[in-house]
């Protein structure tokens, strides 16, 4: 093998760009892809549902009790549909759909206020969709503060200084709980993941089937070069999208950027990389577009599915975290996360750039493996 | 063949090839002489396109050996590609480039140097200098073919090898790219070119014959039909094309068709022959013996073939 020729390289990559740039599909992809799912999924984060259905099962008939209730009410984010009469029933209401919330008050609730030792009451949700719930468990907080505030008046005023109870919540069904600004991190990782694998997957295999192949390798032009020259175009498209959607996420839903920008530009690169990768693997064993597209289809499954993108990573069984490790998405999406939410950088995220680097290694080796010179 | 091995552009022997279970080509051997055209005839079928991706490194022979361009072909592909051309019988260019595009394409991957002054070049030689800006999935058959040809030719490879070149392309643009090809050999280019026109096989210096994966004939034109040692007997007359069907299959007769109001009998036995024609060898018809043409040789070529299969 002889060594890379940088002229071959940028043939390619030339070739790639023209053809590129009068593919309509490209700019569908590039543009309306990651501004769609940003829309779509943004209004969810933004649809901050009311008037969510709750079921009370309240043991102390107290005007505190009708103030906590009165307060809930007017919140507007919930709807007081069901009174029960024991916590079987609130369970059932809760496990049959009818209710999103259930709210018990203790027995000696208005006693134990007076006495000033800030007694607990419970709200559960069903957080299996959090997105419909998340709004209403943040109204929750200022609850306190505010739903006993007409009744602790006179000698009673003392209590209101500090928080006169406390309202623990409970979430059901989905304890990790993700709150709407997880879905801009996943949403990145989704969109790369399809646009990229896909379009390089497809790009190859059209070469095969259209029989441009048969030409292409019938010139000097060798598998790196190739490789290189054919997937650089779309590290292009991959920041583009990048951009777009970090932009979107921080002007239309006001997204937290916390910092972290060595970890998410090295994230970012490297999925970017790992993602062309693996579309240049799959051309190399798919022998249509159809089948590109299908092997690329399922892949997208588990990185939507697997990586705690939908569901919470550690909510998984075993054997499916286990899955979701080997997927890079996950590891993409805690990078992501840790460095908008959280402002972890390099220093702390290293294990999940590391476990990147090792999927673009192997994926890239196997790939250049596989790739063939000639038609057999 | 008198070549000398020094001369031979392309010297490759026992040749094989298997796509699971089907032995597609079938001990090959294959000659071609420096600056000569060599015609590669045969069937559809017959493995001419599989013979010439092996020859250019794109198909693993299962066995063979010998040199192409003075190279190993099994372990100089590399070096091979640099000096050979090769246009596919399917148009493999980009349909979504433009014909300039395409050829700057060709340019970068062999590293040519001055490359605007030999896609300018190319295309006025190919005379395609105003179509430069067009899509190529836009051109004609014939358009396609040309620049086909002018990005196989664009490295100025010292080896040409043209699969099925003009399949599809009308008689006058045909006549064109022989002309073409025979400029080219005249600068020294070497020439292999598969194809299943008679009228072309007639063009080319050499001949190779393959069907069903077999080599079955190869040298000049000439020869080929010499070293048949085919007769064939023509009549003239009223009703002379109406024989065939009585002839065809008698002992001997290994060929009997109508050539328009004529009739051709062909076999190798001239004994066996003469004595099925003879009971009408009577007013009105009148017969001759005539050369052989390349066709019948193949067409009896082929029914050998065949009966060995
Ligand atoms: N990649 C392949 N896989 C399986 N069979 C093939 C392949 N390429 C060619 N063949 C078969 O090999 C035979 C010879 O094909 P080919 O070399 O294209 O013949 P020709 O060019 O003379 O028409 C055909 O029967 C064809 O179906
Ligand atoms: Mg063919």
Redesign the pocket.
């Known amino acids: 093998m002889s060594p890379l020729n940088w002229t071959r390289v940028f043939a390619v990559m030339a070739k790639e760009f023209v053809q590129l740039s009068r593919d309509r599909l490209t700019y569908a992809m590039i543009l309306a892809l990651p501004i769609v799912q940003i829309l779509l999924f943004g209004y969810a984060i933004n649809s901050d549902p009311r008037h969510l259905p709750m079921a009370v099962y309240v043991q102390d008939h107290s005007a505190f009790s009708r103030s906590i209730l009165t307060s809930l009410q007017n919140s507007s984010y919930f709807d007081i549909t069901r009174e029960a009469r024991s916590p079987a029933e609130l369970d059932r209401l809760m496990a049959r759909g009818e209710v999103l919330f259930t709210l018990t008050i203790p027995p000696d609730f208005s006693r134990r206020v007076v006495r000033g030792d800030r007694p607990q009451i419970l709200i559960e949700g069903d957080a299996s969709d959090p997105l419909a719930t998340g709004g209403a468990v943040s109204a929750l907080a200022a609850l306190p503060q505010r739903a006993l505030a007409a009744d602790l008046v006179g000698p009673l005023s003392p209590r209101a200084a500090v928080q006169p109870f406390e309202v623990v919540v409970h979430p059901r069904y989905n304890p990790e709980s993700i709150t709407a600004y997880n879905i801009v991190p996943g949403l990145l990782g989704v969109v790369l993941t399809m646009t990229l694998v896909m379009m390089t997957a497809l790009g190859m295999t059209r070469e095969l089937e259209r029989g441009t192949m048969e030409s292409l390798l019938a010139t000097p032009v060798q598998p790196l070069e190739v490789m290189i020259g054919k997937l650089a175009p779309y590290v292009g498209i991959g920041l583009i999208q990048t951009t777009v959607i970090l932009v979107l996420a921080k002007l239309l839903f006001d997204v937290p950027f916390q910092g972290g920008w060595g970890a998410l530009a090295a994230g970012v690169l490297l999925f970017i990389i790992g993602s062309l990768a693996l579309g240049f693997l799959i051309s190399t064993v798919a022998r249509s577009q159809l089948q590109a597209m299908q092997m690329s289809v399922f892949y997208l499954l588990p990185s939507i599915l697997l990586s705690g993108f939908m569901f919470p990573f550690r909510g998984m069984p075993d054997w499916a975290q286990a899955i979701g490790s080997a997927i890079p998405v996950t590891h993409f999406l805690r990078v992501v996360r840790g460095a908008l939410l959280k402002g972890l950088d390099l220093a702390e995220s290293w294990p999940s750039l590391l476990a990147l680097a090792a999927f673009v290694a192997v994926v890239t080796t196997l790939a250049m493996a596989r790739y063939r010179t000639t038609?057999d | 063949m008198a070549a000398s091995p020094a001369s031979l552009a392309v010297d490759v022997r026992g040749l094989n090839k298997s796509?699971?279970d089907?032995h597609?080509v079938n001990d090959v051997s294959i000659q071609v002489g420096t600056g000569r055209v060599t015609g590669f005839l045969?069937p559809?079928?017959?493995?001419?396109?599989?013979?010439l991706r092996m020859l250019c490194g794109l198909l693993t022979a299962d066995s063979g050996e010998g040199m192409v361009l003075g190279r190993d072909f099994r372990t100089q592909a590399r070096e091979i590609k640099l000096r050979t051309g090769y246009m596919t019988?399917r148009f493999s260019l980009y349909e979504d480039l433009t014909i300039a595009e395409n050829l700057q394409f060709m340019a970068r991957v062999h590293g040519l140097d001055d490359r605007e002054r030999r896609v300018d070049a190319s295309l006025d030689r190919l005379g395609l200098q105003n179509r430069r800006d067009q899509l190529a999935g836009k051109l004609s058959g014939g358009w396609k073919q040309r620049l086909a040809l002018a990005a196989a030719i664009l490295h100025e490879p010292r080896l040409l090898l043209l699969?099925e070149p003009t399949a599809g392309v009308d008689p006058k643009a045909r006549r064109e790219f022989w002309d073409e090809i025979h400029g080219l050999a005249a600068d020294g280019l070497t020439v292999l070119v598969?194809t299943h026109y008679m009228d072309e096989a007639e063009r080319c210096h050499d001949i190779a014959y393959?069907a069903y994966g077999r080599l079955i004939a190869r040298g000049t034109a000439d020869a080929v039909i010499a070293d048949s040692r085919l007769v064939t007997l023509r009549a003239e007359g009223p009703g002379a094309d109406r024989l065939a069907s009585r002839l065809a299959g008698q002992p001997g007769v290994e060929m009997a068709a109508p050539f328009g109001l004529a009739l051709h009998v062909s076999g190798t036995d001239r004994r066996a022959l003469d004595a099925v024609v003879a009971p009408y060898r009577k007013p009105p018809l009148s017969w001759t013996e005539v050369e052989p043409t390349l066709e019948d040789v193949f067409i009896h070529l082929m029914s050998r073939q065949e009966d060995v299969w």
Not at chain 2, 44 to 51: A, E, I, Q, Y
Request: aromatic fraction near 6%.
């Open positions: 038609l | 796509f699971g089907k597609v045969g559809n079928g017959s493995g001419k396109t599989t013979t019988q699969d598969s393959i």
